[in-house]
Nanobody, 123 residues
Framework: QVQLAESGGGSVQAGGSLRLSCEVSGETYCMAWFRQVPGREREGVAG????????LYADSVKGRFLISKDNSKNILYLQMDILRAEDTAMYYCAAADWCRASELRQEATYPYWGQGTQVNVSS
């Protein structure tokens, strides 16, 4: 059983940065960050396949966000730079023990989820 715990959310002004962390217990093959705003569908922000570090990003965050995993600490990160008001959301990390590269950002890929961490960006 995989367990996930996010941290690092908070409030920041537009143009600023935050780094989210997700502590992982258990073995994973693919991981991702999702975000959700009340009343809207959950969006796959970035996903990573660990064996080759293949990463995919939503167009809205390309060039601003970076997903990475420190396997020595078993922590998934999301470095978020040049934050915008529209990045405000609850952010969740997710994990799977198998995935296809084309499905890295799809919600249905991931059976394991954290509780989320809130990010607020003020303009």
């Amino acid at each position: 059983q995989v367990q996930l715990a996010e941290s690092g959310g908070g409030s920041v002004q537009a143009g600023g940065s935050l780094r989210l962390s997700c502590e992982v217990s258990g073995e994973t093959y693919c991981m991702a960050w999702f975000r959700q705003v009340p009343g809207r569908e959950r969006e796959g922000v970035a996903g990573i396949r660990e064996r080759d570090r293949l990463a995919l990003y939503a167009d809205s965050v390309k060039g601003r966000f970076l997903i990475s995993k420190d396997n020595s600490k078993n922590i998934l990160y999301l470095q978020m730079d040049i934050l915008r008001a529209e990045d405000t959301a609850m952010y969740y990390c997710a994990a799977a023990d198998w995935c296809r590269a084309s499905e890295l950002r799809q919600e249905a890929t991931y059976p394991y989820w954290g509780q989320g961490t809130q990010v607020n960006v003020s303009s």
